[in-house]
């Protein structure tokens, strides 16, 4: 199942990079991603108009899937080391990289080639220098262990199917004392089953995500503490976004 819904994700993410590479459309729509809310915006560059630098990342942030604002909650500063997984147009990236600046730098992974080619156009259009763009999945982090001091992802870790290996690997290049700071869907308790095994609804970023118990459960497997999981808005009938922030423990 895992390559499955890998090959779903990575075709429908090819599709939205080619579409955001000439459009400059944040709401993913049918092509895209996760889809566009109400009237109140529940996915894309909406959610960034109150966040301070975010205009400086210019089309990035116009292309944005994701459903929330991780590097507002991520405490970012000078000299760290941000990952940013499932990078996408490298919105967040390029964020990161403004305030981890001097000293600091971001890097963003992404196994779509599509959006890492746009990714690196956007970097060179910001002039923005203190960044890396990574081709390779959440399960398998081409990083060594311990060497960022901090994991930021926007709408990503509900696309991957083996999550408990994602946030293990998140765990793993973590510092000592390093932290996690996502914005994620988080499925109600009672979302049915279908809904759930739906890979439609899978690559919409609604039918992989877990409840907050499992999510619970999981950070906790995969070596975090200090768990918090806030909600911010409902991005489905059966679904929320919420900040998800998690700590790497200070002694391993």
Known sequence: MTDGVRDLVREKYAQAAI???????????SSGGCGCGGEAPAFG??????????????????ASLGCGVPTAVADLRPGEIVLDLGSGAGADVLISARRVAP???????????????LARANARKAGV??????EGYLEDIPLPDGSVDVVVSNCVINLTADKRLALAEAARVLRPGGRLAISDVVAD????EATRQDMVQWTGCIGGALSEPEYR?????AG????EIVPSHRVHAHAWSAVIRARRPTVI
């Open 19 to 29: 579409r955001l590479a000439t459009t400059s459309d944040g709401c993913c729509g």
């Open 45 to 62: 560059s909406d959610l960034y108009r109150l966040e301070p630098g975010a205009e400086a990342a210019g089309s990035a942030v116009a």
């Open 103 to 117: 000293g600091g730098r971001a890097i963003g992974l992404d196994m779509t080639p599509g959006m890492l080619e």
């Open 129 to 134: 220098e203190n960044v890396e763009f990574l």
């Open 189 to 192: 308790p009672d979302m049915d």
């Open 217 to 221: 459960e999981t950070l906790t497997a």
């Open 224 to 227: 975090f503490e200090e768990l």
